[in-house]
């Protein structure tokens, strides 16, 4: 059963890190484009990374670009994000997601299979 599990949300002041982690059950998360998502209240769900099957190319939202990092462990299974000089509208449900398809050297933010549960962000001081 395909499983998807993410942590390391949480309250942090602006300016401050976090690293959420996506953990991966059931498949073989390197074989599977990895998108990290997010939907603040009142928003809509947006695409914040990703990561290509395989080739591990990346892709990122222009918001966050320079500030957050994806990275993939193949060894733990985990998709990590890192989230560096965060900023109040940074707040939001944190998801991860994965589909089995994809370029292997590009990504993109549209028709994932697998959903996590979120994990809240939180940047206020």
């Known amino acids: 059963q395909v499983q998807l599990v993410e942590s390391g949300g949480g309250l942090v002041q602006p300016g401050g890190s976090l690293r959420l982690s996506c953990a991966a059950s059931?498949?073989?998360?390197?074989?599977?484009?990895i998108g990290w998502f997010r939907q603040a209240p009142g928003k809509e769900r947006e695409g914040v990374s990703c990561?290509?099957?395989?080739?591990?190319?990346?892709n990122y939202a222009d918001s966050v670009k320079g500030r957050f990092t994806i990275s993939r462990d193949n060894a733990k299974n985990t998709v990590y994000l890192q989230m560096n000089r965060l900023k109040p509208e940074d707040t939001a449900v944190y998801f991860c997601a994965a589909r089995p398809r994809g370029s292997l050297w590009s990504c993109a933010f549209d028709d994932y299979d697998y959903w996590g549960q979120g994990t809240q962000v939180t940047v206020a001081s």
């Open positions: 990561i290509s099957r395989i080739g591990g190319k990346t």
């Open positions: 059931g498949f073989t998360l390197g074989a599977y484009t």
